[in-house]
């Protein structure tokens, strides 16, 4: 692409932004409970607008009062990192409960892991097995790592080394770079044969 078709192209990306920041401000208006969440994205990422970490919590943080699943996960990642607000892993841990109660798949994921590590919540490996459980079964490769390490170690269920393979082999199928990692370890170690 010449600089003069990617400013072309930057220009016609611009103009959408500005559209879409038109059509969610005016369904803001209206109190649309996803507008709220997508102003956030805007403001997070910094399209068409001045990138606003706090300005995009503030956005996600009303989508998620407003029962929008994945704005009550954004919301938790924020507070769990501490970007746009304070962080408050209590909170976090709250607010991914919310998202997971919606069907949010990555929310039984990251609250699997505030459960395992005892952060913001008090240390259960067996909620967090529960939760992992949930999240691997519908396909999300980080939670299939996470359950097949707690196999692996006992740790909310009976040790089973090959259920620990086996979730370990799927999160690596989905491109897992820890679980290939593993993999091709256990492959080298004459441990496992694909």
Not at 87 to 109: L, Q
Request: proline share 1%; glycine share 8%.
């Amino acid at each position: 692409m010449t600089a003069q078709q990617q400013e072309a192209y930057d220009a016609l990306v611009a103009k959408e932004y500005d559209k879409a920041l038109e059509l969610y401000t005016a369904l803001e208006q209206q109190k649309e409970p996803t507008a709220f969440y997508y102003l956030g994205f805007l403001y997070f990422r910094g399209y068409g607008v001045n990138q606003d970490a706090k300005k995009a919590y503030q956005y996600y943080l009303e989508a998620a009062t407003r029962e929008v699943p994945v704005a009550q996960f954004e919301v938790a990642l924020m507070l769990e990192n501490g970007e746009g607000c304070e962080a408050n892993e209590s909170e976090a841990a709250f607010w991914y409960e919310e998202a997971a109660k919606r069907g949010n798949i990555d929310a039984f994921n990251n609250l699997g892991a505030m459960f395992k590590e005892g952060r913001g919540v008090h240390q259960d490996y067996k909620k967090a097995f529960i939760l992992f459980s949930k999240a691997a079964s519908a396909g999300n490769a980080k939670a299939q790592f996470n359950l097949g390490a707690l196999y692996d170690m006992g740790l909310g269920c009976e040790e089973d080394k090959e259920k620990a393979i086996e979730w370990c082999r799927k999160a690596a199928y989905q491109g897992h770079k820890m679980a290939q990692g593993i993999i091709k370890r256990m492959q080298h170690d004459g441990q496992i044969v694909f």
